[in-house]
């Protein structure tokens, strides 16, 4: 109670001190302050919030929500803080300022479009919310990985035709917009490309093309035909073989002649040409009895008559017919991919050098 009053005497002395225009600056600064607070307390109280962004992950949202405050703009929050709201003046305003920014990253359609089911629904929006689904969980998915601070993806899925002549491929594009002005590795991008194939039905990877915002073709369905997948694996593979066989023998020299006084290279011809072999061979001195199927017939009266009745079984007529399976061996033979055909090797070892006395200046190496 005694600090109120002391605090209270101390400002009543401050203002008898003032003189008269000073105080009616003071009057006038107070004054402005309050109004300034219940005008903007009213018109905080009067906006006519709007939805920005719904169903969006704790960590999406909370990214937004950080750019709203740093421009100062009033926001509200729903559904457990998965609904940002705004002013509906400033809803496409921000999307769009939002939208420059990679944000949000999460807020696609995906199957959750099929948690409010239409009775009414035709067969072609269904199809249609069908590939709405599918791109959006194909972009969820795609911008998980590191790189990547956005993705679109666009699926063309033909319609089923009744002549085979006549069916078309399924195809689709990526967009990709990524961090830093960053790049993907080959093997990045060959991962993307076979989430998208193994995701629509029907869809090959040489039908997916992938960009970047910056229009740079990443990933060309035309020119990503077979024959150049396999030229970039040959070259991979080559470059194994030569830096394994340079590292071997440049670790055997370093333990003869010491550390940095000797440089090996190697040039290694890899044969590719796969080839593939089919044959059957016969051994027609190994045959098994695979049926045999014995008859006996009774000899008409005209030939008994001219036949001597020795004996009762000389009635009768036996065949027998025997039917051989001969020993046949089946070889597939599939030769290795890579074997190496030619080996060249370059070793240029350190050393002391003197001029030998001859004519024509030649040098002779000395160890």
Known sequence: MEYLKAFFKSIS?????MTPSQAMVLIAVVAGIIVG?????????????????SNLEAAEAGEVVNQLTEQSIPYKLADGGTTIMVSSDDVYKLRISLASQGLPRSGNVGYAIFDKSNLGMTEFLQNLNYRRALEGELMKTIMQLSAVEAARVHIVMPKERLFKEDKQEA???????????????KSQLSGITHLVASSVEGL??????IIDYNGELLSSAVESDALAGLSSSQLEVRQSVEQYLEHKAQSMLNDVIGQGKSVVRVTAELDFQQLEKTSELYDPNSQVVRSEEKSSESKSASDKQEQNAESRDDNKVETAVTNYEINKTVEHM??????IKRLSIAVLLDGLYKTVENADGTKQPVY
Do not use: E, P
Request: aromatic fraction near 8%.
């Open 204 to 209: 090959k990877g040489q039908n997916i093309s």
């Open 334 to 339: 599939v030769n290795s991919v890579g074997s």
């Open 37 to 53: 607070v219940v005008v903007v307390g009213s018109w905080v109280k009067s906006i006519n919030y709007s939805v920005l962004y």
């Open 13 to 17: 002395d401050f203002v008898r001190a």
């Open 171 to 185: 195809t689709a594009s990526v967009v990709l917009k990524l961090r830093h002005g960053g790049g993907l590795s």
